[in-house]
Nanobody, 122 residues
C-alpha cells in the first residue's frame, strides 16, 4: 500500500508542472490531498480531491493557478500547477486522507507518498 508522487522539477517563474500521485496496493477511495513543505516552514496542505463527491479544495494562494484532478483508470490524482511563483518552491507530497478538506484544516492522513521537489527559479 503506497502512494508514489512524481513530476517535480525546475521551472522558471510563470512555468507549469503537473504532479502525479499514483496509488498501488489500494484504490483511491479516499480524499487525496497535496501538501508542500519549503525549507524552514511547516508542511501545509494546499489542495484536495474528494472521491466521495468529486469536490475540490484549494488554499487561497494557489486558487486559479493549480488544478487537482483524478484519473480513475490510472488510480492517479494529478496536480496541474500553472503560473508558478518562486514562493511555490517546496517539496510536494500527496496523501490519502480520511474526511474533507476545508478552511478549518485537512483531515488525518492514512498513507503518505514520498516527496517530489519543485524548484521555481530563473
Amino acid at each position: 500500500v503506497q502512494l508514489q508522487a512524481s513530476g517535480g522539477g525546475l521551472v522558471p517563474p510563470g512555468g507549469s508542472l503537473r504532479l502525479s500521485c499514483a496509488a498501488s496496493g489500494f484504490t483511491l477511495d479516499y480524499t487525496i490531498g497535496w501538501f508542500r513543505q519549503a525549507p524552514g516552514n511547516e508542511r501545509e496542505g494546499i489542495s484536495c480531491f474528494s472521491t466521495a463527491d468529486h469536490s475540490t479544495y484549494y488554499i487561497d494562494s494557489v486558487k486559479g493557478r493549480f488544478t487537482i484532478s483524478r484519473d480513475n483508470a490510472k488510480n492517479t490524482v494529478y496536480l496541474q500547477m500553472n503560473n508558478l511563483k518562486p514562493e511555490d518552491a517546496a517539496v510536494y507530497y500527496c496523501a490519502a486522507l480520511i474526511g474533507y478538506c476545508s478552511d478549518y484544516g485537512f483531515p488525518p492522513a492514512v498513507v503518505w507518498g514520498q516527496g517530489t521537489q519543485v524548484t521555481v527559479s530563473s
